[in-house]
Each structure stands twice: as structure tokens, then as C-alpha cells.
């Protein structure tokens, strides 16, 4: 369920907006996704940004929270007081770190696509928390080489496995050495999502990060192989 002031949020943002109109743009948004999302081949409006928001957004929401309340089981002594969201979208990784984070001071967002940091501004005026209300946004596209200023918890949601392969590799070290608590990755519970989750994995531990999930340790993970897939 997603927090009062985001639901708040959208249905601000639909006013006037038809359920057609959102129902037909979530359909042309999943068409492009099971296509394998070609470059140039779709022109996204900002209909279709709504729709994401109003249809993914809440079970993104969900798998994020999971994942957040498992770090903050996991880790309870550590507090986060920056976060740095990497592959933004409209901010649902900040939203959920925001609800289950009270000590969060400030929150850096960074997304590729203008249209998403506008609604992502837009849906952050509601919000309760104020590190959330006065995010900094910005406009980056992580496909190449980045810099990224240290913060305390460093979230990369639904966005690593949607890059070039070269370019995976080259953001993993940049997050980890801008992680000083903790770096999260989250992807689709798919063998693809996994197999991207896991290759960061071995590339995490290649520069000696400490591993405190899905696997709580170092060691080759038990299901690389056996032709099963993680759904942590």
C-alpha cells in the first residue's frame, strides 16, 4: 500500500485525466516493455509517465519497502542520513527509503529522462517527509562514465539491468565507492533480473564490498547454475 501522501499525490496528478486514457497508455507502455524496449522506437509522453506511475508504481513501491525493512533488520545499527537514488524514475525508491528511513536529512536524485524528474518533482510537493520535499534532482545519464558524490545510503531500483552491459559494470564501481552504509540494487524477480543482480553480486565482491543480502556472505551463491533464480 503506498503511503497517504503519495496516493494523495497521484490523485492530484490524474485529475482530468480519463481511465481510458491511463489504460490505454499502460498497455502501449507494456507492448514496448515485452518488446525489449528498441531505442526510437517509442516517443513516451507524459501520459505515459502518468500511467507508469499510477499502474508499477505501487508493486515497485512494495518490492523496494521489502527490500528497505530487510536492510534496516539486517543492519539495525546503522542510521541513513543522505541517500542518492540512481535511475530515479519518479522517485519511488526515495519515497519508500522516506517512509521507513525517518532519519533521512537529504535525498539526491538522478534520472535521465526530464519528463520523469518533472512528475517526480510534481508528487514530491505532498510529501510528509522533508528531505523527500526538497530532493535535489538531476538530469544524468548513467549509460557513461559518472561521478557520484558519497552518501550514506545509495539506492539503483528497476534501472541497472535496463543499461548497456559496458556501461553496468562502470556504474556498480561508481555507486560502491559513493556508498558510505550501504549500496542496494533491486531488479525484476526474472532469471534476467537475477542474472543482473547476481553479476553485480560477483562484481561487488571482486571490490571486497561485504554482502548483507540475498546471500549474507561472500561465498558463490548456491543457485548459480541450477538453472533456478533468486526471488528475494
Same mark, same amino acid.
Given at each position: ?88 524514475? *519518479?522517485? &519511488?525508491? +526515495?519515497?519508500? =527509503?522516506?517512509? #521507513? ?7 539526491? %536524485? ?77 531488479? *525484476?524477480? &526474472?532469471? +534476467?533480473?537475477? =542474472?543482473?543482480? #547476481? ?7 571482486? %571490490? ?25
Amino acid at each position: 500500500m503506498l503511503p497517504p501522501d503519495l496516493s494523495a499525490a497521484l490523485e492530484s496528478q490524474l485529475a482530468g485525466t480519463g481511465t481510458r486514457d491511463i489504460a490505454r497508455a499502460s498497455a502501449e507502455l507494456s507492448d514496448w516493455y515485452r518488446s525489449g524496449r528498441p531505442q526510437g522506437s517509442f516517443r513516451l509522453t507524459q501520459l505515459h509517465r502518468l500511467a507508469y506511475a499510477v499502474v508499477r508504481m505501487p508493486a515497485t513501491f512494495a518490492s523496494v519497502s521489502a527490500v528497505l525493512e530487510e536492510l534496516r533488520g539486517r543492519l539495525p545499527e546503522i542510521l541513513f542520513h543522505t541517500q542518492l537514488d540512481l535511475c530515479a524514475g *519518479p522517485a &519511488t525508491a +526515495a519515497w519508500a =527509503a522516506a517512509t #521507513l528511513f525517518p532519519e533521512l536529512q537529504s535525498m539526491t %536524485l538522478l534520472e535521465a529522462d526530464p519528463g520523469f524528474i518533472d512528475l517526480g518533482r510534481q508528487l514530491a510537493v505532498q510529501a510528509g517527509h522533508p528531505a523527500l520535499h526538497e530532493a535535489r534532482w538531476q538530469q544524468a545519464d548513467l549509460s557513461g562514465a559518472v561521478a557520484l558524490a558519497p552518501h550514506d545510503l545509495v539506492t539503483l531500483s528497476y534501472g541497472l539491468g535496463e543499461l548497456p552491459a559496458p556501461a553496468r559494470g562502470r556504474l556498480i564501481d561508481a555507486a560502491w565507492n559513493a556508498a558510505r552504509r550501504a549500496l542496494v540494487i533491486i531488479e *525484476p524477480g &526474472t532469471p +534476467a533480473g537475477y =542474472a543482473t543482480v #547476481l553479476n553485480a553480486r560477483s562484481r561487488l565482491i571482486e %571490490l571486497q564490498a561485504p554482502i548483507a543480502a540475498p546471500c549474507p556472505h561472500n561465498d558463490p551463491c548456491p543457485l548459480a547454475g541450477t538453472g533456478r533464480w533468486c526471488h528475494f
